[in-house]
């Protein structure tokens, strides 16, 4: 079945360097998994937390699922995740000595299951970004001065 994406974070990747990333299986009711089939998600705002030994993803908004009925899930709850034992220690060790985050950077189904993609970034500072956008715009040139000489 392959991947198919359904949301990038493209916030994360200006806000942060992303050293590492985990994919991680999500906890969903059905009408969350509906509505992730039609792409009503944002994880723009999103960050995941580690609580109790557990990872949880807060702030990821969902949209209901229109022929949901009063059962329908509430669009911003917490949400676990789902990663081996061993990777959740290497997190909290990383997260707690380096002073990293963790920021979902891609939400896709992978052979019919959420996966998210979490990744570990370290805070770009104002001079950083600016440095990016720069280098993002003269590569934008670059490829349009190539694209032209053809």
Do not use: W
């Not at 200006?14 to 992730?36: N, Q």
């Amino acid at each position: 079945m392959g991947i198919k994406i359904i949301a990038t974070n493209k916030k994360a990747y200006h806000e942060y360097y992303i050293e590492e990333t985990y994919e991680a299986g999500m906890v969903l009711t059905g009408t969350e998994v509906k509505s992730l089939r039609l792409g009503n998600v944002n994880i723009k705002e999103s960050f995941c937390r580690i609580m109790k030994g557990e990872l949880f993803i807060n702030n990821m908004n969902i949209g209901p699922y229109e022929q949901g009925n009063r059962e329908n899930h509430d669009p911003t709850r917490i949400r676990k995740l789902l990663l081996h034992k061993y990777e959740i220690d290497k997190l909290v060790r990383k997260v707690e000595e380096k002073g990293l985050s963790l920021v979902p950077t891609k939400i896709y189904f992978k052979n019919g299951y959420v996966k998210l993609e979490v990744g570990v970034g370290r805070g770009k500072k104002l001079h950083d970004k600016r440095e990016s956008l720069k280098k993002k715009q003269a590569d934008r040139e670059m490829a349009k001065i190539f694209k032209e000489n053809r």
